[in-house]
């Protein structure tokens, strides 16, 4: 039978003990193994005071009980390990190995979900854990997630990480068309699933291989843009508007146009942003939600002439969805009602039935300008009347883009503008 012995084998006087496996084999010749363990003590103690049956002080008792705690745990991992290894006689490295997995145990291998359902859940999860996931990120994944649950529902199939594959391409095609989301809603979230599959395969899990292929994809198609020209700003802002809470989305959304900032940005602004330079230059100084920059906007003169209409305050801040919907109607009143291609939200939901929030799609046609506004619009707009007149890099850092090519889809001069512009600066060069 194996028995486990601990010694003090150095000529410190303080030192780690020395543990000893001993057993014989079948024909009765013993052998051993032997390791250090970071049980440390010193020789006076581990060979005479721990043997003291009288007399110990309190920290000497507790000493003795500490260490005796730490020798039974051991022994009892050793003998454990020995049982379930059954090591030979002559594997001279076997209890050292064991004391390294005892004192530096391996993590336990995570065990993630195979079904691309429940793997979004853990995918969200470890992305929070390491800091890698914005709000915004989570509401995107959750609403692709409920999608796929809906498409299983109808499909009467649960989808596998390794079944992402040409045939789920066309379940998610057929389901995405029969509920009349746009192609490029389509293009989104299948770009979504991909990317946590290709997430899953470096957690070490099968995927399919069709995630390898160029063309394992849905292509988008292009969108129609819209910004609002000069003469159109100059409409809105001479419009007289009945109501005071249409005057406050006006102010909101010309200040927009003047700052090229998100919505969620602008909306924040304060009185107390603004500060002033040693030269007496005015800046609105924040920090952009969805980049984290430190902005110092330069405040123009046409957002003072708002602020001087409230003593200095900017208008009061309302929902997104307030002023989405107060500036369609600010843009009618002004008479921008030319008619445009774009994407309007509808609801399809059956005459008579109530509509749930998946009822409601942005669908493409022609419609009066104003019935496209939203609170993009602005920042569009900002970007599209600037360019050419402002250096890019200037617009860049106003708009918080990180590269041109981001920063030129905002940009929707008619290729006749650009090719205007192009010829401008070639007679410049002369």
Known sequence: M?????????????????????????????????????????????????????????????????????????????????????????????????LKDYYTPKEKEKLYP????????????????????KESQRKRITTTKNKLIRLENETHKRYKLKDINEDFKA???????????SINTQNKEFERIKTICRYAQRKGLEVSKSLMESNFKINKEKSPKIYLESTEIEKIQKVDLKFDYLENARDWLL?????????????????????????????????????????????????????NKRNGE????????????????????????TLCKGKKRICIAEEGKKPTKF??????????KWELISSHIGRRTFATINYGNIPTPDLMYF???????????????????KAKRAFDSFNKLK
């Open 2 to 98: 194996a028995r486990v012995y601990f010694l003090f084998r150095s000529q410190k006087e303080k030192a780690a003990l020395k543990v000893r496996l001993q057993d014989k084999n079948d024909k009765g010749v013993f052998f051993q193994f032997e390791g250090s363990t970071q049980i440390h003590t010193s020789n006076q103690f581990w060979n005479i005071t721990r043997k003291k049956q009288r007399g110990l002080s309190g920290i000497e008792k507790n000493e003795i009980k500490s260490i005796n705690k730490s020798i039974e745990t051991l022994e009892d991992f050793i003998l454990k390990q020995y049982e379930k290894d059954n090591p030979k006689s002559g594997n001279k490295n076997w209890l050292k190995l064991t």
């Open 314 to 337: 900017f208008p009061r801040s309302i929902s997104d969805q307030k002023y989405n919907d107060y500036i369609k109607l600010v843009c009618k009143e002004a008479g921008i009602n």
């Open 171 to 181: 379940d998610y095609i057929t389901f995405s068309e029969q509920k009349k989301y």
């Open 114 to 133: 195979i079904f691309l359902v429940d793997f979004i859940d853990s995918y969200l999860a470890d992305k929070k854990a390491l800091n890698e996931l």
């Open 399 to 417: 708009t918080g883009h990180t590269t041109e090519k981001e920063f030129l889809n905002y940009i929707v001069r008619p290729d006749y503008d």
């Open 359 to 368: 009822d409601y799609r942005d669908v493409l046609g022609e419609f009066e």
């Open 255 to 307: 200040i927009s146009i003047y700052s090229g900032q998100r919505i969620s940005d602008f909306m924040r602004f304060t009185s107390k942003m603004i500060h002033n330079d040693e030269n007496n230059r005015s800046f609105i100084i924040f920090k952009q939600i969805k980049t984290q920059h430190d902005m110092y906007l330069p405040l123009r003169a046409e957002i003072i002439d708002i602020l």
